[in-house]
């Protein structure tokens, strides 16, 4: 039942991390030909502009992915002692919460872009629209959010956590701990 769903919001991940590659690469680009302008007396035009909004996605293009692979900071000095059941507990309100979080960065976001786009907010030196770069980052938290909120639901159904790399479910670490 979850499978396509799953399939579905991996794709949607890695169309989100495609596109923090993108924009990695360009910066790297912008920021390479500016340094060699400054060398030569004759910097980037927009350079400041170009890099500021597209560091919005390349960070919040690859929260998805990192959320998806379990790259996040995970602070496990007392999972050991807690008893399993307890650990799984936890990932699925960390994961709800993360949800919640991410889903209020977009709405927040949301809300600011339709400001901006009423004010004309833009850019300083290209002019370029706040509000694309806004909407942009709004839909890529959604994304974050979507992602994480299938990882609670999977964990809640299944016990499948996808951040492992082999899928253990809660039921194993269960009975590891009866056998011990």
């Not at 991940?13 to 030909?33: C, N, P, Q, R």
């Not at 699925?92 to 809300?111: D, N, R, S």
């Not at 299938?150 to 039921?171: F, M």
């Amino acid at each position: 039942m979850l499978a396509p769903l799953r399939k579905g919001a991996d794709g949607l991940i890695g169309l989100s991390a495609t596109l923090g590659v993108i924009g990695l690469m360009l910066e790297v680009g912008v920021i390479l030909v500016d340094v060699v302008g400054r060398a030569f007396g004759h910097p980037l035009f927009g350079s400041q502009d170009i890099v500021t909004m597209t560091l919005v996605i390349v960070v919040f293009g690859g929260m998805a992915l990192c959320d998806r692979g379990g790259g996040h900071i995970a602070v496990d000095v007392l999972e050991r002692h807690y008893p399993p059941l307890m650990n799984h507990a936890i990932d699925i309100g960390a994961a709800v919460l993360g949800a919640v979080i991410f889903a209020m960065i977009a709405w927040a976001v949301w809300q600011s872009a339709q400001l901006s786009q009423m004010l004309n907010l833009s850019t300083n030196l290209l002019g370029w629209p706040k509000a694309w770069f806004q909407w942009a980052l709004s839909a890529l938290a959604l994304v974050t959010a979507l992602g994480m909120t299938l990882r609670a639901i999977e964990l809640i159904l299944s016990g499948r956590d996808v951040r492992t790399e082999d899928g253990a479910r809660i039921e194993d670490a269960l009975r590891r701990e009866d056998n011990a």
